[in-house]
Antibody
Framework: EVQLVESGGGVVQPGGSLRLSCVGSGFDFDDFNMNWVRQAPGKGLEWVSLISWDGGGTHYADSVKGRFTISRDNSKNSLYLQMNSLRAEDTAFYYC????????????WGQGTVVTVS | EIVLTQSPGTLSLSPGERATLSCRASQSISSTSLAWYQQKPGQPPRLLIY???NRATGIPDRFSGSGSGTDFTLTISRLEPEDFAMYYCQHYGRSSYTFGQGTKVEIK
């Protein structure tokens, strides 16, 4: 079964840091670009960051640029999001997503991990 | 930056009816970069349509996508009880993704 499982969420004070992890299984993890997408309580979806299949390219939403760092370890089928200088507006469910093989879309989503900055 | 505007905000329909959801881009975009997702409460989004009109694996054929340029449409031909949910369109361009604000399809 193809799946993504996130972990690492929790409650953190403003200005604090948190590191999210996501483990993929059931597919060739190192063949696909991966992303983080977040959703604030009762709000819509916001793309956060993207990393290329080999980790050589990374991109960020303006709202997190300079504060968040995406990385991956293909030997561990793992994706990470290091979040620093956290703000109240970063409070959200954070989803790990896998790019579809062809086209620009996310065909697999994790169940999400919740981050609360308070 | 391209902005995606979805309409209507809420669609109130009965099971068996046809649903037509709109996603309008602030400027012309490539069809290859347009996708649609369904999200139910307490669940992550699920990919329905990619490249504007291709159904994702396991998606019933009552879901269809169309459009080009700035105007894209998700159509649900006959609403089933499980189709009442939030729907989002998404665009990829300039190394970033953008989502529309969503359309809620609710039971009338």
């Amino acid at each position: 079964e193809v799946q993504l499982v996130e972990s690492g969420g929790g409650v953190v004070q403003p200005g604090g840091s948190l590191r999210l992890s996501c483990v993929g299984s059931g597919f060739d993890f190192d063949d696909f670009n991966m992303n983080w997408v977040r959703q604030a309580p009762g709000k819509g979806l916001e793309w956060v960051s993207l990393i290329s299949w080999d980790g050589g390219g990374t991109h960020y939403a303006d709202s997190v640029k300079g504060r968040f760092t995406i990385s991956r370890d293909n030997s561990k089928n793992s994706l990470y999001l290091q979040m620093n200088s956290l703000r109240a507006e970063d409070t959200a469910f954070y989803y790990c997503t896998k790019d579809i093989a062809w086209g620009d879309a996310f065909d697999i989503w994790g169940q999400g991990t919740v981050v609360t900055v308070s | 930056e391209i902005v995606l505007t979805q309409s209507p905000g809420t669609l109130s329909l009965s099971p068996g009816e046809r649903a037509t959801l709109s996603c309008r881009a602030s400027q012309s975009i490539s069809s290859t970069s347009l996708a649609w997702y369904q999200q139910k409460p307490g669940q992550p989004p699920r990919l329905l349509i990619y490249v504007a009109s291709n159904r994702a694996t396991g998606i019933p054929d009552r879901f269809s996508g169309s459009g080009s340029g700035t105007d894209f449409t998700l159509t649900i031909s006959r609403l089933e009880p499980e189709d009442f949910a939030m729907y989002y369109c998404q665009h990829y361009g300039r190394s970033s993704y953008t989502f529309g604000q969503g359309t809620k399809v609710e039971i009338k």
